[in-house]
């Protein structure tokens, strides 16, 4: 024991040895090639006393980082993310000129911006070479971690006993659809997965891959609220107009994403999926964990522990961190403007605009909130967390614009594979074993902007079949990616302009439609008519818009409920069929298996549009037409969109359980009835719901039935909420508040 106690203690020192040498050469090398950074010894220029007042300066500028560096971040845990993210480069050569002001031997000089880039340049060889140093002595890097976690777990006041059942970490790679990762794996550009899969010669699958198959509303609000909280009832697209309220609802709007959630808890009466020691991290939602970070309902919540800089003080509180994120920033915004620049050249078709602040938005999506949510859920690991649920957006950003099957794309999925490949690693120190699922939300099937096909937005034809004037200049229809509002809401915060619950989003007055797009599906609503119009109202107002529509190439059916019929589907060529007798074929041929029931189920929401459109969809290529400026889209029915997966270990008993005798037609799962939706006769697993009881009876398998939270009067469940901040694996902390909601 005392013999492995030195051996420990001498690695240890041989570790801080080599990191203050390579520090002591960077230094030296910086000085060499800075005209603006000089080192001097104290009695002339010899190369001895060079070095000496190197290694003095490397030696100070270290301890001042270990020991000053924390405190100057506690101290400004009020500065919003962004600019915390930006004075960590400051603070940094402030420390740097203190150190070399401190070196006895000699002295250095340096102006400002010059420290600025040599402070930086140190942090980011140090943590290298650390790094690379304790991944090569497993045992140390295990104790590394395991007294991180000791260390976390006393400043939160977890006591840190676990009974030996595993923990789960539920990772959800945001837009993947099945068919994107099976080509992925076979291409070889997620390994990790591929290993997992038993891909590769003479490796046995530790993990089995289940396509389920989404609603109507094939996207991230619907699926996620759905598989974190158990409902998904009437959210009928990613944005849409309700009558009773005069508002529009935006799933990635935090005022939006706290009324969804408020409304699935008292569907439901249940917290949701990670109401047991759970932890959520980036996601729409919340779930019911106690630990918070980056979670869009919470956002526009009062007081300090509910900011969504919180998550982000927990990772750029690790200057290495700070200086490691913004340099990959800076090269993800020079690889977009580079990958857009080609296609343009090559003449891609196709394509959209990826001007403006686009490259910023892909960086915040691809780098920034990649490795706050990695770095989040590797806390959450060596807290021993019982249920983490994070989102990763990067893929679905870059799809949107690139397409799902581009180069680009395929990019973004190898370093969401190494993501992965870093869990499953660190899980391994973890004080419990843990079990990682990986699940999507929602696929996306790609073909041209129904603007660039047909020279007009849906908006325009709209207005044209209502005999309303149609402006000659097209205005832009507004993009549904998840990533783009939580950059807003970041550069909101960083400008000291918080969100308000509030705050919403409302058409202006009077009796012109309002045309919202989600993907290829799109809602138009009449505001000044207070119930849900119908067929003949509309026809007797607009006698040529439902004609229009109906007939156009680039539509593939419509949604209007019926005085004489109840509701029916419209389709080309004057197709009409009453919802009651609607299958899978007619107006929904090539749609996809289940695409009448979606469509039922979707008719029965109270905030269902007067007309919902789908888009076209052509099954021999697997082209859709996006109502917004998309590529890569989802949100309606048709192709790879509404495919998406769940890859679980084998471990955890089989999604699917097949349907059991009944007489219903009912899937059962674990002796339980699926509600709404009723299941499939194949077995095939059908909706977020779905999803959603898969996922609880597989945490109730570890360990047991979670505990339902208590009601208060008016039936609204009692929701722990707070805010966890975890520092990355490199200086992991936790300061958690618990924030009934």
């Keep these: 024991m005392l013999r492995g106690r030195w051996r420990s203690t001498g690695r240890a020192l041989l570790r801080v040895i080599v990191v203050w040498a390579v520090s002591t050469v960077t230094m030296l090398v910086l000085a060499g090639i800075l005209p603006q950074f000089r080192l001097q010894s104290g009695d002339g220029e010899s190369i001895t006393k060079l070095a000496l007042t190197a290694a003095c300066g490397a030696g100070a500028f270290g301890l001042l980082g270990a020991l000053v560096w924390p405190l100057l971040v506690r101290a400004l845990l009020l500065v919003p993310a962004l600019v915390l993210g930006l004075l960590v480069f400051f603070l940094n050569g402030s420390l740097l000129l203190l150190a070399l002001r401190l070196v006895p031997v000699g002295q250095g000089a340096a102006n400002a911006e010059t420290a600025v880039v040599v402070a930086a340049v140190m942090s980011a060889v140090a943590s290298a070479t650390s790094t690379a140093l304790a991944v090569g002595d497993d045992d140390a890097y295990r104790r590394r971690l395991s007294r991180l976690a000791d260390r976390r777990r006393r400043r939160s006041g977890e006591d840190g006993r676990h009974t030996g059942e595993p923990g789960t970490v539920f990772l959800q790679l945001d837009g993947v659809g099945h068919r994107v990762l099976l080509d992925a794996v076979e291409d070889g550009v997620m390994p990790h997965v591929a290993a997992w899969l038993g891909e590769r010669p003479s490796q046995q699958p530790t993990h089995r891959l289940t396509p389920w198959r989404t609603d109507w509303s094939s996207q991230t609000g619907a699926s996620q609220l759905g598989i974190l909280h158990g409902s998904n009832h009437d959210i009928p697209a990613f944005r849409w107009y309700e009558k009773d309220s005069g508002r529009i609802m935006v799933s990635n709007r935090p005022a939006s994403a706290a009324v969804l959630q408020r409304r699935a808890i008292r569907r439901t009466g249940d917290g949701g999926l990670l109401t047991l020691d759970g932890a959520s991290r980036g996601n729409l939602f919340s779930g019911g964990a106690d630990q918070l970070a980056l979670v869009l309902s919470m956002a526009a919540r009062r007081g300090r522990a509910n900011r969504s800089r919180a998550g982000y003080f927990a990772y750029f509180s690790d200057p290495a961190n700070a200086v490691r994120t913004v340099v990959s920033f800076v090269t993800e915004v020079g690889r977009e403007i580079g990958q857009s620049t080609r296609a343009r050249l090559r003449g891609d078709r196709p394509r959209v605009g990826r001007g403006g602040l686009y490259p910023f938005i892909r960086a915040f999506a691809t780098v920034v909130e990649r490795d706050v949510v990695v770095a989040a859920v590797l806390g959450d690991m060596l807290a021993g967390r019982t249920a983490v649920y994070a989102d990763l957006v990067a893929y679905d950003e870059v799809a949107h614009h690139s397409g799902p099957h581009s180069r680009d794309a395929a990019q973004v999925l190898h370093r969401l594979d190494r993501a992965v490949g870093l869990i499953a690693q660190v899980a391994e120190h973890a004080p419990r074993a843990y079990r990682i699922v990986l699940l999507s939300d929602h696929g996306q099937s790609p073909g041209a902007t129904f603007e660039s096909v047909y020279g007009l937005t849906l908006r325009d034809l709209v207005r044209a079949g209502c005999g309303l004037p149609v402006p000659r200049r097209a205005v832009r229809t507004k993009s549904g990616a998840e990533a783009r509002d939580a950059a807003r809401h970041a550069v909101r915060t960083a400008l000291h302009r918080p969100v308000r619950e509030g705050a919403e989003e409302k058409p202006a007055p ?154 219903d037609g009912g899937v059962r799962y674990d002796g339980q009835l699926d509600g709404e939706h009723g299941g499939q006769p194949d077995g095939e697993l059908v909706g977020a719901e779905q999803v959603h009881r898969v996922l609880r009876r597989w945490l109730r398998e570890a360990s047991g039935p979670q505990v339902p939270l208590g009601t208060v009067p008016g039936g609204t469940a009692n929701v722990p909420a707070g805010v966890a901040n975890v520092r990355s694996a490199g200086a992991q902390t936790a300061e958690g508040e618990r924030d009934p909601a």
Excluded: C
């Design 510 to 663: 009077g009796s012109d439609p309002v045309v919202l797009a989600s993907g290829n599906l799109a809602l138009i609503s009449f505001p000044d008519v207070p119930e849900r119009m119908s067929r003949e109202q509309i026809d007797r107002r607009h006698p040529a818009l439902l004609r229009t529509l109906a007939s156009h190439p680039g539509i593939g059916f419509l949604l209007v409920r019926s005085e004489e019929h109840g509701s029916v589907v419209l389709g080309p060529g004057g197709a009409e069929v009453p919802l009651a007798e609607l299958d899978d074929s007619g107006p929904l041929a090539h749609m996809g298996p289940g695409a009448a029931e979606a469509v039922r189920r979707t008719d029965a929401f109270p905030h269902v549009a007067d007309i919902m459109v789908n888009s076209m969809y052509d099954p021999e290529t697997g082209q859709v037409h996006a109502f917004e400026e998309q590529i890569g889209s989802h949100g309606g029915l048709g192709g790879e969109q509404s495919r998406a997966f769940l890859l679980s270990p084998l471990t955890l008993s089989a999604p699917l359980t097949g349907p059991l005798p009944g007489g």
